[in-house]
């Protein structure tokens, strides 16, 4: 009796497990690389949702009328930020600002892992400095967790 209501039990649970729902979040590091040290760098982390469906249309042969939907609706007021040291300062690379950047995201990664979040995957790109008189450039790496739904 007890190998049977055991056995059932485990059938029941991991049948739970392979139907819980997911839920991401994304936080974003925008690190500046803009010579002298004049950009800003930040650690962003929305705390307000959003639905895209809210902001998305089909097009069609039929029906190709654009998007209604207004930007300012699409913004969010509501989130974290962090500031981050920039790459470069007057004197160029400083290596100090990086690394006191990878201790301020690697606290940020394990308060997320505390609150039950599992880092899913990373992502990155870059737009630097396309020569003479651009002066332009940032890193920017989006971090996606995901969890069970509570």
């Known amino acids: 009796m007890k190998n049977t209501i055991l056995a059932l039990s485990l059938i ?14 994304i936080i974003t590091t925008i690190e500046s690389i803009v010579p002298s040290g004049l950009g800003r760098s930040r650690l962003i982390s929305a705390t307000d949702e959003r ?18 939907s207004k930007r300012g609706d699409i913004r969010v007021k509501d ?18 600002n990086i690394a006191a950047n990878d201790a301020l995201v ?10 039950g979040w599992e880092l899913a995957f990373v ?11 651009d002066g332009n450039g940032i890193f920017i790496t989006r971090y996606v967790f995901k969890r069970n739904r509570p």
């Open 12 to 25: 029941f649970f991991s049948f739970f497990e392979m139907h819980a729902q997911v839920e991401y979040k």
């Open 79 to 96: 989130f974290e930020e962090t500031k981050l040291l920039n790459f470069y300062n007057l004197a160029g690379i400083r290596f100090q």
């Open 106 to 115: 690697n606290s940020k990664v394990n308060a997320m892992a505390e609150e």
């Open 51 to 68: 639905n895209y469906e809210d902001f998305t249309s089909e097009q069609t042969e039929e029906d190709n009328s654009r998007n209604k």
């Open 123 to 133: 992502t990155s790109g870059v737009e630097s400095d396309a020569g003479k008189g």
